[in-house]
Structures are given as C-alpha cells and as structure tokens.
C-alpha cells in the first residue's frame, strides 16, 4: 500500500527567506505525487502534481517539487517566502488511479 | 469556470437528527469524491464514484452514512441519525481521467464544517 510521511508537522520562516517542506512517499511502483495547500477555513488547492514527465515539477506560486526515487522522497521548495505563503500543506501519493493517500499535513508559519 | 460546489458551508445540528450534505461536481468530471477531515486523523477518503456509480465505499465509517449520486451533477452525503463525533469538515472532489495534464487531478470543494451538539 501506498503511504506518505510529511516529516515536519510545523514549518515556522521569516518572509523573503526558503521555505522547504518535507515529504517521503511509499510505494510499490511508479507513483503519482501532489502537493496540495489549504488556507484557513478554505478547501485543498492543487499546488503542483508529479506523473514522471520530469522529476523537477514547477507549481503555482513559484513553489516546486523534486521527485527523488533513489531517496523516496518529494520535497516541497519556494525560494522566497511571501506572508500569503502561510497555510497547511499536504504531499499525497496516488493510491491506485483515484484514490489518494493524504499525509498528515505541514503547518506553514510565516514571521514578519 | 465554477468549481467544486459544496452545500452548506456550516451546518450545526442536534445529535439525532438527519443531515445532509450537497455536492455538484465540476461540469464534464466524472468521477466524485467524498473525504473527511478531522484533527485526529486527518484527511479521509469516505467514498467515491466514476459515473455516478459507486466505487469504493470502504471509507464510510458506519452504516448511519450513505452516499448517493443520483446524476453527473449532483451527489449527497447523509447522516442519519447524527452524533457528536461526526463533527468535522466534509469535502467533496471530483475529477476527469481523459483532460490532458490535468487527467486523474482532484478538484476540491470549499467544504462543510459540519457540528453536531
């Protein structure tokens, strides 16, 4: 079975500096790997999505992901936090063609 | 174009009482999902369907939940009866499996939070 561990349950930056947010996967074959983000008392929004064309996945934002077989892992970066940067973020790996796996989710914090 | 559409946004009952959510999908996606999202364990899958039939119900914590989608359009999700320990935000997605890039992406509505005192 398909599994995701977010290593970080909280991420805490100072605006106009990276952010990075941590994801392993598990899986028994070629996963497909997201990045959603949710704001405060909103719904998930896609960030970026993973399907093998190329491991280095451009999201909206100006975030992105690396896939890393070799590692198991699909890290999510941003060069320069923003304030409106400041949200929970879930990795999820695809769990057979539909269903999907969350992870427990990454608190982003961003200071002033 | 209109996403996920959730229906109502809140809903505060009384335990015992019947509840019942409304989704409409986004036009053209033929799949829909129902997910559960509570502090204690998170974001989970309750139930979903490909055109308009159910798939996999496995998520559906007990026989006082059920799903229905009676057309492409729209699908419910009712509790009855209610209990405290079904509080928590209820999402719908759906999905299409033949647009490009976006093939097998879930779109998420902006949720129920659902309370029952």
């Known amino acids: 079975a398909q599994s995701v561990t977010q290593l970080d349950s909280h991420v805490s930056v100072s605006e106009g500096t990276p952010v990075l947010l941590r994801c392993n996967y598990s899986?028994?074959?070629?996963?497909?790997l997201f990045w959603y983000v949710q704001h405060p008392n909103k719904g998930l929004q896609l960030l970026l999505k993973?399907?093998?064309?190329?491991?280095l996945v451009k999201g909206i934002n100006g975030f992105e992901a690396e896939f890393k077989k070799s590692e198991t892992s699909f890290h999510l970066t941003k060069p320069s936090a923003h304030m409106s940067d400041a949200a929970e973020y879930f990795c999820?790996?695809?769990?057979?063609?539909?269903?999907?796996?969350f992870g427990q989710g990454t608190r982003l914090t961003i200071n002033p | 174009d209109a996403g996920v559409i959730q229906s109502p946004r809140h809903e505060v009952t009384e335990m015992g009482q019947e509840v019942t959510l409304r989704c409409k999908p986004i036009?053209?996606?033929?799949?829909l999902f129902w997910y559960r999202q509570t502090m204690m364990r998170g974001l989970e899958l309750l139930i979903y369907?490909?055109?308009?039939?159910?798939?996999?119900d496995s998520g559906m914590p007990e026989d006082r939940f059920s799903a229905k989608m009676p057309n492409a359009s729209f699908s419910t999700l009712k509790i009855q009866p209610s209990e405290p320990r079904d509080s928590a935000v209820y999402f719908c997605?759906?999905?299409?499996?033949?647009?490009?890039?976006?093939?097998?992406?879930?779109?998420f509505g902006p949720g129920t939070r659902l309370t029952v005192l």
């Open positions: 036009s053209g996606h033929n799949s």
């Open positions: 997605a759906s999905s299409s499996p033949s647009i490009g890039a976006h093939r097998d992406t879930q779109y």
């Open positions: 993973y399907t093998s064309a190329a491991t």
């Open positions: 899986s028994s074959y070629s996963p497909s």
């Open positions: 369907f490909n055109n308009n039939v159910p798939i996999d």
């Open positions: 999820v790996v695809s769990q057979g063609a539909q269903k999907l796996v």
